[in-house]
């Protein structure tokens, strides 16, 4: 992925960052700056691009921390007016979070204001973690004020900047180790309106989920009660991995206890598929039990890796309430074209139904070149 948004870093944006600080800063040798950024830039994929930047933004803004970090929110554009991503504009600000997170772990106040504002344009969920490892209870009482904050993005990176296993970034290792703090935060925030946030929210729960599953569990059980629409978002989102684990903690917060009383008929399951195309199955799910019964049904498909070894891969299908003695029929499709999360190799996949966390065999198919 990075291969391709690498190039977004080039030497027209660098002059334009460059000429945004020219106006601000007396003697600012554009020329220079831009000339020492792009020098060995095309062998630097886009987060190294970002660094690149910031380092020669440290030569070239004012040598005390504090003029600097006003240097660089004086040079802002407008605030991003929407919740979700503006594909890669924003990423414009990546050097300036980068120096804020790099060169301002000494300058808590003057770091504070610069990523309140930065968080406002792209994100400072990279760069805040660093003070929460250095300035912990400092950084947290000041999320604590951030998490009723106006602006939809600050308070995002209030669950966003703390997830214990955010992407691209070090992990939190000590709420990693006991989560409560960042409870604290999403506990805040679980009413949130807004979706993006609430995204963010439930990212943040499953990240403990795969620490602590019974803290995630225990937690998302009591969200639920009296919930919002929006909370009852959160929480099966924020249970998503523990539900296709077959957690059954998860599946009875999400209605699904007890073991499913049913059988599989009528499985339908190609011999072969070829690597590229898109291979489909249909199976019916039969009711065995007296009772109605509310069903999650998924489907596991065990992809061959390059070892030769075969791992399951949970795909969602969907819910059924199935009555005393119904049956339903349920269609599935998986794609073995290459994705870049996954890889499709030739031999044996075998593909089974997930219903309430148990498993049942449908078949296998053989993947061929």
Not at 169 to 177: G, T, V
């Amino acid at each position: 992925m990075a291969e391709a948004l690498k190039h977004f870093f080039n030497e027209e944006l660098i002059r334009s960052i460059g000429a945004s600080f020219q106006e601000l800063v007396p003697g600012f040798k554009l020329r220079t700056f831009v000339k020492e950024c792009v020098d060995g830039l095309d062998e630097l994929e886009l987060i190294a691009r970002g660094r690149r930047v910031a380092e020669v933004m440290r030569r070239h803004l004012p040598e005390d921390f504090e003029r600097a970090a006003e240097v660089i929110v004086g040079s802002l554009g407008p605030e991003s007016d929407g919740g979700e991503s503006s594909g890669m504009a924003p990423f414009r600000y990546l050097p300036h979070v980068c120096f804020i997170g790099t060169y301002g772990l000494e300058h808590f106040e003057a770091s504070m204001r610069a990523q309140h504002e930065l968080t406002r344009r792209f994100t400072a969920e990279w760069s805040i973690r660093g003070f929460l490892v250095e300035h912990r209870d400092a950084t947290l009482a000041r999320l604590r004020v951030w998490a009723r904050d106006p602006s939809v993005h600050v308070r995002r990176l209030v669950s966003e900047g703390t997830r214990p296993r955010l992407p691209w970034a070090p992990r939190l290792r000590e709420f990693q180790a006991d989560p409560r703090p960042v409870i604290e935060l999403l506990e805040l925030l679980k009413d949130d309106p807004e979706r993006y946030v609430q995204r963010s929210v439930a990212n943040n729960v499953n990240d403990i989920a795969k620490d602590h599953p019974d803290v995630a569990v225990a937690l998302c059980r009591r969200w639920s009660k009296d919930a919002t629409p929006g909370r009852q978002w959160i929480v099966r989102h924020a249970l998503r991995s523990l539900i296709k684990g077959g957690d059954r903690g998860a599946l009875a917060t999400m209605g699904f206890a007890g073991a499913p009383q049913v059988a599989i008929a009528a499985a339908e399951v190609p011999r072969t598929v070829r690597l590229g195309a898109t291979l489909r199955f249909s199976f019916d799910v039969v009711s065995r039990s007296r009772k109605a019964q509310g069903l999650l049904v998924d489907y596991a498909v065990h992809f061959v890796k390059a070892n030769g070894e075969a791992r399951p891969k949970v795909f969602k299908l969907r819910k059924v309430a199935l009555g005393p003695g119904e049956r339903v029929r349920l269609d599935g499709r998986v794609s073995f074209e290459d994705l870049t999360t996954r890889t499709h190799r030739p031999g044996r996949h075998v593909i089974e139904a997930v219903i309430n966390g148990v498993t049942f065999p449908l078949g296998a198919v053989m993947a061929r070149r």
